[in-house]
């Protein structure tokens, strides 16, 4: 393949498309926890969204040079947003295209760059095969042999997440990472969270996750109202939001507990909230990982996730994965049982750590495998 005419350091230049940068974007925290290794080592990191919110994210970016594309606010087949894609790819000078969402807008930008003589196009699934109904398994089915026709090189956020996704096909796994002080168990920030929403004695469900269908929520809703027969002085703390919210909020009401949630919206300091619950929910349909089940068992919290959920979210004792074909009452006797026998809360820390899932332990493999694929090409 016949390389540009620039100079060596010029072209260590990547573009990486995501849905957003917004703090609640998990494959925004993601992508940005290996940012800083990158941009060390001499990357010049542009980023192409579906949308734009400006924060901390966006101003470190721009402080490094690095350019920041919004595609149209358009429906996503439109001519409009195929145009964009196509400039920014065509006249961006990049060695590397790293393609963080899945369905159209990927097909058309792995094209566009395999046209345009990209060498490293990275497909990277951050979810398992979508089957939350016949229209989504088509078109995740549709989409991804599109998507493999032209990427060079495939990244998943975990083994199940890859298997489902790319079969027998070789690809790399990128860990999610965490900060683990951002999540260590504060007892002093357990009171004064647990006395702010007048629950200072009561058991506290938690939830940290998007109200939309992947995440189950109704079921959720389900197995917290068994749980708080069994328990009567549970509340539920959900962290989030979601087009489904005022559906869930109307079950809540039907069952005559809605007085015993707390809906807080989107927090970015989540890791002290995880503090003051006293178990972790979440019966997810799908996950790629799940990194809040991690963040949670950093902070010391019982987990309950569905069978669907990676076991390689299982890095504690804490980590609990139960069937989905399990009613929603065997879901809340699990807790019980679980909740009544837990000891006091421990740092997990170490637990992270062995796993790989921490800056100490993997803060460069991006960064490892960006030079890697790019040292190869430059030999090619």
Wanted: aromatic share 10%; with cysteine; glycine share 6%.
């Amino acid at each position: 393949m016949k390389k540009k005419s620039l100079t060596h350091e010029k072209y260590k230049k990547a573009l990486i498309l995501l849905p957003s940068l917004e703090k609640g974007d998990g494959s925004a925290a993601a992508i940005m926890n290996y940012y800083d290794a990158l941009e060390e080592n001499g990357w010049t990191l542009d980023f192409l969204l579906t949308r734009y919110t400006q924060n901390d994210r966006t101003e470190k970016i721009a402080l490094h040079g690095g350019r920041i594309f919004i595609l149209p606010p358009k429906n996503k087949y439109s001519n409009s947003v195929a145009q964009k894609l196509l400039s920014v790819i065509k006249y961006g000078s990049y060695s590397i295209i790293h393609i963080n969402l899945p369905g159209h807008i990927a097909y058309l930008a792995l094209k566009d760059a395999k046209k345009y003589e990209i060498p490293i196009r990275i497909f990277h699934c951050h979810n398992p095969k979508n089957t939350l109904n016949l229209k989504t398994r088509v078109s995740t089915a549709i989409y991804d042999s599109l998507c493999l026709r032209y990427a060079s090189q495939l990244i998943a956020c975990s083994n199940s997440a890859g298997v489902s996704r790319y079969g027998n096909r070789d690809f790399k796994v990128l860990k999610n990472l965490i900060s683990v002080s951002s999540f260590k168990y504060d007892s002093t920030v357990r009171k004064e969270i647990r006395r702010k929403i007048d629950a200072e004695n009561n058991i506290i469900v938690g939830v940290v996750g998007r109200i939309t269908a992947q995440k189950n929520p109704l079921f959720l809703v389900e197995c917290f109202a068994a749980f708080k027969r069994k328990e009567p002085s549970a509340k539920l703390l959900w962290i989030g939001e979601g087009e489904m919210k005022e559906q869930v909020q109307n079950l809540l009401k039907e069952k005559s507990i809605f007085d015993d949630c707390i809906f807080t919206g989107r927090m970015e300091n989540v890791g002290q909230w995880y503090s003051a619950m006293d178990l972790f929910l979440l019966p997810s349909i799908f996950e790629g990982l799940g990194i809040v089940f991690l963040e949670a068992q950093c902070s010391g919290l019982l987990c309950f996730g569905s069978d669907r959920v990676p076991p390689e979210t299982e890095i504690t004792p804490l980590m609990h994965r139960l069937s989905l074909r399990e009613n929603a009452d065997n879901w809340a006797s699990a807790m019980q049982k679980e909740i009544s026998s837990s000891n006091i809360r421990q740092d997990m820390g170490e637990y992270l750590r062995k796993a790989g899932y921490t800056f100490e332990t993997s803060g460069n493999d991006m960064l490892l495998l960006y030079n890697d694929w790019y040292r190869e090409w430059e030999i090619s």
